[in-house]
């Protein structure tokens, strides 16, 4: 090995100048290839932005429109959910599917009032305890409702941290507010929990019980949606099946034919991640496949190099032949060279191209617009993973290999006689 | 017998196929020193490259030690080449970019011997030839005599059998031409080693035991020279 460096290193030596031309057309290739990537992960990261606060096997299924005539009822009819549709999901054959069932209830502009402090125009929503895990909702202090809440029809409330940051006067000791009473509207509700709030929304959502919620406010059994975590539908075929068969059943209860696609919807976060997950490994594909071909450059420029130094070595090979030279050691000579122009070359592409990378994370990475009075990111942690680091490593000698084979056969080749005679 | 050739035949192909060996018979025993003479195109370069496995021949058969070297694999050819047969070259052939002793190393390197013991190897050899001093000097930093002899020191590094020399005086002055002559001989002499030498000088001929001429291709004339008196101009020195 040492051996075989030392006559790389004599080689590219005496070739400073035209290594270094044919070695930035690597570098450029694999540069592009990480940049590309780079700015696709930042672009799928940004895609993905506020997908990473929900359970990710989550669906959620609410009421529509018939569009067919069924058991004497006309089409057009709307349907609205209701708290047995949640008992359905409990049953065969949904129950091996699924984990918990909640829904929520929401609706705004209600007063929530502490002490002297009161802050206008708050949501409501009555919920149920699956509810925090299935939109990662993180404590900051106390807990989130629970079974027990909603078996007893209990007056307690979680409240955003923002809202508690208000109240405490800018003090973060949240506890100090669990067990305190607030008002909202005229109802007393007793703190059992902090939440953390999304900041870039101002939230500061209250949650209840569902079951108090619907007490105090004299609801009917109507929901808007109910929402529930399940467990082994793996594909998208076994997701799409058991949807169908779940709008059937639910249909069927609100006297709407079962294979009415609009009398129902179902909208599911697996699938959709699926989706998303396919968009991204061809954005992946295509982003790597350009940066494949701008790579093609460099290693026809190493190829061509190659030939060259075959062609000026000719008289020097003669002689490694007849003194013993196997072919398979000239060839070595030549397929280690490529390599070796194209991995250093390759890693001076690599590093540069993760350097602007982690420039295009430290300016565009951090700038955000504002869509719809929240603020998006366009480019999300840009960056590529020690995985393509590998990869792309693989590539270099994958490439400085096959750019150097034909040059090497050549070489190899070489007839001792013929290089010789020339001089 | 150490080399031993029944009816070679070669042919150029081209666009004017010229048959330079036309059925060369030549038996060489082992420890001679002998030299081909000839005209230039006569044959006697292709005759040594195929002595030296370096060139195929079409016809006939040519014997290493009673092995039929005839349609080699490149490896075996090279392998031949690198424990067998010892070369030296009219222009020396050094490697341009290696120092003396690194030159001297390269056969061994072939070998697989490692990078200290062929060092140590290849100094002993280049003290042997007197370039002791010259060891870590470029080709082109040294004179003709002594890069020929930087030639012989990598061409016996190897222990061969039998070593070739093209013209091995055709680029030195006559008084180097003596010098690098009477080390071939006193090879010979020492070493028992088998040394085939071709050139169109009768001085340089007249060093060797026996003379082989070769004209038009054929094998002609075969004189012992026991006395080295072959030559009027070869007695005293190697007239250039």
């Given amino acids: ?423 | 017998m150490q080399i031993e050739l029944n009816n070679v035949h070669k042919t150029y192909e081209g666009a004017q196929p010229l048959h330079v060996l036309k059925g060369v018979n030549l038996s060489i025993e082992k420890g001679e020193f002998v030299s081909i003479m000839g005209a230039s195109g006569s044959g006697k370069s292709t005759l040594l490259n195929i002595l030296g496995i370096l060139d195929n021949y079409d016809e006939g058969e040519y014997y290493v030690d009673g092995h039929l070297i005839k349609n080699l694999s490149e490896r075996a050819a090279a392998r031949y080449r690198n424990k067998t047969i010892g070369f030296v070259f009219q222009s020396f052939n050094l490697i341009s970019f290696k120092t003396a002793v690194e030159n001297v190393e390269l056969p061994l390197f072939y070998q697989g011997v490692g990078r200290k013991r062929r060092h140590e190897m290849a100094m002993e050899y280049l003290d042997r030839l007197g370039l002791k001093d010259w060891a870590g000097h470029y080709p082109n930093e040294m004179s003709g005599g002594q890069k020929q002899r930087v030639a012989i020191a990598r061409a016996l590094i190897t222990h061969p059998q039998i070593i070739l020399a093209d013209e091995p005086t055709g680029a030195l002055d006559s008084k180097t031409s003596v010098e690098v002559m009477d080390l071939l001989g006193q090879l010979n002499r020492e070493e028992k080693v088998t040394i085939i030498v071709v050139t169109h000088e009768s001085g340089v001929a007249n060093c060797t035991n026996r003379i082989i001429h070769i004209k038009d291709g054929i094998i002609g004339e075969i004189e012992e020279n026991r006395e080295h008196k072959a030559s009027v101009f070869g007695t005293e020195t190697i007239m250039k």
């Avoid at chain 1, 932005?49 to 990710?56: E, L, M, N, R, T």
């Avoid at chain 1, 609009?262 to 968009?279: C, D, H, P, Y």
């Fill in chain 1, 1 to 423: 090995m040492h051996d075989l460096f030392t006559e790389v290193w004599e080689s590219v030596r005496r070739n400073k100048l035209r290594t270094c031309l044919t070695g930035f057309a690597v570098a450029w290739g694999i540069f592009m290839i990480i940049v590309l990537l780079g700015a696709g992960n930042g672009l799928m990261g940004a895609f993905n932005q506020g997908g990473d606060s929900f359970a990710s096997n989550t669906m959620m299924m609410g009421g529509g429109m018939t569009t067919k005539p069924y058991k004497g009822l006309k089409e057009g009819r709307r349907v609205r959910l209701s708290m047995s549709d949640m008992d359905l999901l409990e049953k065969e054959p949904f129950k091996q599917y699924v984990d918990q069932v909640t829904t929520n209830y929401s609706q705004g502009g209600y007063t929530l009032t502490y002490g002297k402090l009161y802050l206008n125009n708050v949501s409501l929503n009555g919920t149920f305890p699956g509810y925090a895990d299935m939109n990662r909702i993180v404590m900051l202090a106390g807990r989130f409702v629970n079974e027990k809440d909603i078996q007893e029809k209990r007056k307690v409330i979680v409240l955003s941290h923002l809202t508690a940051k208000n109240f405490l006067k800018g003090s973060t000791d949240y506890a100090r507010l669990l067990g305190e009473k607030v008002k909202v509207g005229s109802f007393v509700f007793k703190v059992v929990g902090i939440r953390q709030g999304e900041e870039n929304r101002d939230d500061r959502d209250l949650y209840v019980p569902y079951s108090t919620i619907k007490t105090i406010y004299g609801l009917d059994n109507h929901i808007d949606e109910m929402t529930f975590t399940f467990h082994g539908l793996n594909t998208e075929e076994a997701n799409e099946a058991f949807e169908k068969e779940l709008k059937a059943a639910v249909n069927t209860a609100h006297d709407a034919a079962p294979d009415d696609a609009s009398a129902t919807w179902v909208w599911n976060r697996f699938t959709q991640n699926l989706q998303m997950e396919k968009g991204s490994k061809i954005l992946h594909t295509a982003l790597w496949i350009i940066g494949l071909f701008t790579l093609l450059g460099g290693i026809v420029g190493v190829s061509n190099i190659m030939l060259i130094t075959v062609k000026e070595r000719t008289h020097e090979f003669g002689i490694r032949k007849a003194i013993g030279a196997k072919p398979w050691s000239i060839m070595k000579l030549i397929v280690a060279e490529s390599v070796t122009i194209t991995a250093f070359f390759g890693y001076i592409g690599m590093v540069l191209g993760m350097l602007t990378c982690t420039i295009m994370d430290k300016t565009l990475g951090q700038s955000s617009t504002e869509v719809f009075g929240q603020s998006v990111r366009l480019l999300v942690n840009p960056t590529v993973g020690l995985d393509v680091a590998l990869e792309a490593t693989l590539v270099l000698i994958i490439a400085g290999t096959i750019a150097g084979m034909a040059p090497a056969r050549k070489a190899a080749k070489i007839r001792p006689i013929e290089a010789l005679r020339a001089e």
